[in-house]
């Protein structure tokens, strides 16, 4: 169970550099949003060159830009790569089209448009092994003004959640974008673990401790478990 994804912007050299000692569940190196299409050449160079290392997160995962798919395989191809993020899903096509590039890659998708909450049963029917939840462009996409509680985009985070657990798939929730807001964090990491996600999405290192803590269970639940076991033995 994936409980932290970390984001990893292949443009920023910096934060490449740090990427292998940055002890998370996961790393989503990112060649779409992150990426400048003026920047797209030198990130690819720079990605091919991070992953020929070692990690210390468990998984290493790419967010491909599928316009530029072919050329994002033939960098990569022989690296080592846990999984592929496919963004903007909207339909089973958009898996199908990238698992016909890469045959046998685990891949994710991202739902992020009014589209993709839609077709949701398609997409988690296509072979993906998990599903993350991109709220900021399914805001834009939906039209809607954020709410308290997220209430604007509660309906399509709480169906990516349903239609996880009818397939049997992981499903990560989104990106908290005031990375300084501890409050407003741990607040959204609860809700999250509340609508039933298995962890979060980040967009800074210092989120990933907090996060973690927020998606695995707590000593009282350990205790609780534990005590139902003991008395159904004893039954």
Not at 98 to 112: C, G, N, T, Y
Not at 115 to 124: D, F, K, P, T
Request: proline share 4%; with cysteine; net charge negative.
């Amino acid at each position: 169970m994936l409980r932290s994804a970390l984001f990893i912007p292949c443009a920023n050299a910096k934060a490449m550099a740090k990427a292998a000692t940055i002890a998370c569940d996961a790393l989503i190196f990112d060649l779409e949003d992150a990426v400048g299409d003026s920047e797209r050449d030198g990130a690819l160079v720079r990605l091919a060159e991070t992953l020929a290392g070692s990690f210390t997160a468990k998984i290493v995962l790419v967010r491909i830009h599928p316009q530029y798919l072919n050329a994002i395989h033939k960098a990569l191809a022989g690296l080592r790569i846990d999984g592929l993020v496919v963004p903007k899903v909207n339909d089973a096509a958009d898996i199908t089209g990238v698992a016909h590039v890469w045959p046998d890659m685990p891949l994710w998708a991202m739902i992020e448009t009014a589209q993709g909450v839609v077709n949701l049963a398609e997409i988690a029917a296509a072979g993906v092994k998990g599903l993350i939840a991109g709220p900021n462009d399914l805001r834009k996409d939906l039209r809607t003004r954020p709410m308290d509680n997220r209430a604007d985009i509660l309906f399509a985070l709480s169906q990516i959640v349903l239609y996880g657990r009818a397939f049997g798939l992981s499903a990560l929730d989104g990106v908290y974008n005031q990375y300084a807001d501890e409050v407003g964090f741990a607040v959204e990491c609860a809700q999250g673990r509340s609508l039933g996600f298995d962890g979060k999405t980040l967009i800074h290192p210092a989120q990933i401790r907090p996060c973690e803590a927020a998606f695995s269970h707590s000593e009282a639940e350990v205790e609780w478990a534990k005590a139902v076991v003991a008395a159904f033995a004893g039954s």
